[in-house]
């Protein structure tokens, strides 16, 4: 029983803006919600799993994807910037110096 079923549709929405990011997080919060409810066996279409896409989702999700890698990707940067300079003059305080003046 491998079935699917595609609903289409477009709201009258920047797929970029904050209305639309607000409506894909609800529609995503609503559409959790029925895939739980149709896990249990009384359900009219037991093990029923609903699922959203659209530009704005998907951008979304890379914002909040990068928003969390950001810190790391950072902190990895000054730390390879940190060695290479170390090692460029052969001195591990250089780094710290230059940081200070």
């Known amino acids: ?3 699917a079923m595609l ?3 477009f ?5 970029l803006s ?3 990011f607000e409506l894909g997080s609800r529609v995503r919060e609503i559409l959790k919600f029925e ?3 149709s896990q249990d066996q009384a359900a009219a279409v037991p093990g029923l799993t609903f699922m959203v896409f659209s530009p704005g989702l998907a951008t979304m999700d890379l914002i909040h994807v990068t928003e969390k890698a950001l810190p790391v ?3 990895v940067c000054v730390a390879i910037s940190f060695a290479l300079v170390a090692i460029m003059f052969r001195a591990i ?3 710290f110096k230059l940081v200070l003046t």
């Open 1 to 3: 029983n491998n079935n």
């Open 11 to 15: 709201p009258v929405l920047d797929p």
């Open 18 to 20: 904050g209305d639309a």
């Open 93 to 95: 305080l250089i780094p």
């Open 7 to 9: 609903s289409l549709v």
């Open 35 to 37: 895939t739980l409810a």
């Open 73 to 75: 990707a950072f902190g």
